[in-house]
């Protein structure tokens, strides 16, 4: 999950846990509300496990948006209706994911009118999303399992 201020964006895993992929974006209001959206992923696909972004600071410092990002893995164990009994749930360094992912839409389309219109449809936020999951899941097949 990216979480933005105003949009969570979402990827989910293959079966193996080897390859990200761009979910959607879900718009977020109260907390409650974007647990219910998330549910129906969390159902239609079968959801085992969650990796947020972990906003960190360039030096490597944790700042204001980490413990929103913190407060939100917290907050999701108290809907284990939702989340299941005992979610596994990772923090993963996010930096630079969104720029990289801008700079990944600028050169793509080659326009910075149309980053701005993939900001607004979502798009940005479910690539940086793909980023971040990615990010874990390389790490998980090359650390964890070998």
């Given at each position: 999950m990216d979480l933005g201020r105003k949009t969570i964006g979402?990827?989910?895993?293959?079966s193996g846990q080897s390859i990200a992929t761009p979910l959607q974006t879900i718009k977020r209001t109260k907390f409650k509300q974007d647990m219910d959206e998330l549910k129906q992923v969390i159902d239609d696909y079968e959801i085992g496990g969650y990796?947020?972004?972990y906003p960190l600071n360039m030096d490597g410092s944790a700042g204001p948006r980490c413990d929103v990002s913190r407060s939100f893995a917290d907050e999701m164990v108290n809907y284990p209706q939702i989340v299941g009994t005992d979610p596994w749930i990772a923090l993963w360094d996010e930096r630079l994911s969104t720029v990289s992912v801008e700079g990944f839409v600028d050169e793509f389309v080659g326009k910075r009118k149309t980053r701005v219109q993939a900001k607004d449809s979502g798009l940005i936020d479910k690539l940086a999303a793909q980023v971040i999951l990615q990010g874990a899941?390389?790490?998980?097949?090359?650390t964890i399992l070998t």
């Open positions: 979402l990827s989910i895993s293959d990796v947020l972004g899941l390389d790490f998980i097949q090359t």
